[in-house]
């Protein structure tokens, strides 16, 4: 998967204007050498899409390497996985909207644990898609995603 630095940089304080060339440069080597193995699955449940996509447990792995060799290029994968696993969800909202009849249409994507959404519905969206079994997404007793990079979602009919 290819990503700019703008879609890296997002994720970073400060974005592009706070990383000078050198970082700017690493981003780019790291995100070149980064195993990306975007998976995905979704469907609709009644009036409302349920969706789970991740970059795969590979990521992982490299990120935990990273980490034990240098904080910066742990905190810049940080960065490229986020771009990364949200890319993959943008490409299925827009996937989803495409195959909207016409009249129809969403309200904004959300995601379990912001605003008043529990963060235990993430275990109902991964029951309904059979996301472990089907892109090997699973979750931990606390809510956590496993692998970190990844996101289950909610786009909602509007009526």
């Avoid at 590979?58 to 810049?76: C, N, Q, Y």
């Avoid at 892109?135 to 509007?158: D, N, R």
Wanted: with cysteine.
């Amino acid at each position: 998967m290819e990503l700019s630095l703008k879609e890296i940089a997002r994720y970073i304080a400060g974005g592009i204007d706070a990383c000078d060339e050198k970082i700017n440069r690493r981003i780019l080597e790291l995100a070149a050498s980064a195993p990306i193995t975007p998976r995905s699955v979704w469907a609709k449940d009644g009036g409302r899409f349920l969706i789970c996509a991740t970059i795969g447990s590979e990521f992982d792995a490299w990120h935990r390497r990273l980490a034990v060799m240098s904080a910066v290029d742990t905190i810049l994968a940080q960065a490229i996985g986020t771009a990364a696993v949200e890319k993959v969800i943008d490409g299925i909202e827009d996937e989803i909207r495409s195959s909207l009849s016409p009249g129809e249409e969403l309200k904004k994507r959300w995601s379990p644990g912001y605003g008043d959404k529990p963060l235990s519905m993430s275990r109902e969206i991964l029951d309904k898609l059979d996301a472990r079994r089907k892109i090997g997404v699973s979750l931990t007793g606390s809510f956590l995603l496993v692998p970190s990079k990844s996101v289950t979602a909610v786009l909602e009919e509007k009526q």
